[in-house]
């Protein structure tokens, strides 16, 4: 969402009360009542929201880092899922370095996100793909963890997407719907 104007129209479509739509599981949770938004041109609004989030989505097709990596706080996870080619960066090169790196295909150190990742050593702050840590082969923070690893202090998941994992997905999201008769069933 490109204007505010924009912005504003997702935050309320986000925040109506649609019960009709809403997975069963999903209903147990605490609902969303508010959303802020913030135009990236806002600097001191981006800065103060980058300080406080858990977790930061960055999810353009942008050529320019959408903030400065000092910005996020210490301990915060980022999932970066917009940029796919080497002129592509959502994040900054201090951020990445901050940062225990996964990655869902070897492609995704290709990209222009991952440009500082390039050289002897770059690739130490990669701990491998998002298959080996969800079967339990590789484990996330350990580095973030050792004090004596005191420059890295976040997680960064780099995904440039691949279709297997789209499959799998789709076929998940089948299944559930499928079995909690979500949805409706279309001829074609």
Not at 64 to 81: A, R, T
Request: glycine share 8%.
């Amino acid at each position: 969402n490109r204007t505010l104007e924009r912005a504003e129209n997702l935050k309320n479509d986000l925040l109506k009360n649609n019960s009709d739509g809403v997975v069963e599981s999903a209903k147990t949770l605490s609902p969303v009542t508010d959303i802020t938004t913030r135009l990236l041109s806002d600097d001191v609004g981006v800065c103060n929201a980058l300080k406080d989030a858990d977790i930061i989505a960055t999810t353009t097709n942008t050529c320019n880092p959408l903030f400065p990596g000092e910005w996020p706080k210490q301990g915060c996870h980022i999932n970066g899922v917009g940029s796919y080619t080497p002129l592509m960066s959502e994040v900054d090169d201090e951020l990445v370095k901050r940062c225990e790196l996964i990655i869902d295909t070897k492609e995704a150190l290709e990209v222009g996100d991952l440009s500082c990742m390039k050289g002897d050593d770059a690739h130490q702050n990669c701990i491998g793909l998002i298959g080996d840590i969800i079967s339990g082969d590789l484990v996330v923070g350990k580095r973030r963890d050792d004090p004596n690893e005191s420059k890295i202090d976040c997680t960064f998941y780099k995904s440039v997407g691949t279709a297997i994992q789209d499959v799998f997905s789709a076929q998940a999201a089948y299944e559930y719907a499928f079995e909690h008769n979500i949805g409706r069933s279309v001829e074609m």
